[in-house]
């Protein structure tokens, strides 16, 4: 080992990967066509997620009543909320495969 300094983070690291052994947790490197997938899985939500804000704002654009604007940010927040989900839920089974 050396016998520079650590630093606060290296140390914090250490502890983590400390406890995870002491659990009994195994560390799987992903391969690299699960790391294509997860890439193309992100991508694919980003233009999602960019395509419903677009349509969002100019739904808003458009709307003058308040309680309309409310009920489109509760969909819109909603929507979001869903893709945001059905995207971390695709990463993860492809990184626990």
Not at 44 to 58: D, G, M, P, R, V
């Amino acid at each position: 080992m050396n016998d520079e300094p650590k630093s606060a983070l290296e140390l914090a690291m250490a502890r983590l990967k400390k406890q995870d052994a002491d659990a009994g947790v195994i560390e799987h490197p992903l391969t690299n066509d699960q790391k294509n997938e997860i890439g193309e899985i992100r991508k694919t939500y980003a233009a999602k997620l960019a395509q419903e804000e677009i349509l969002y704002q100019s739904k808003l654009a458009g709307s003058v009543d308040f309680e309309q604007r409310q009920t489109m940010d509760e969909h819109y927040r909603r929507d979001v909320e869903r893709l945001n989900h059905e995207r971390d839920r695709k990463v993860e089974k492809i990184r626990n495969a």
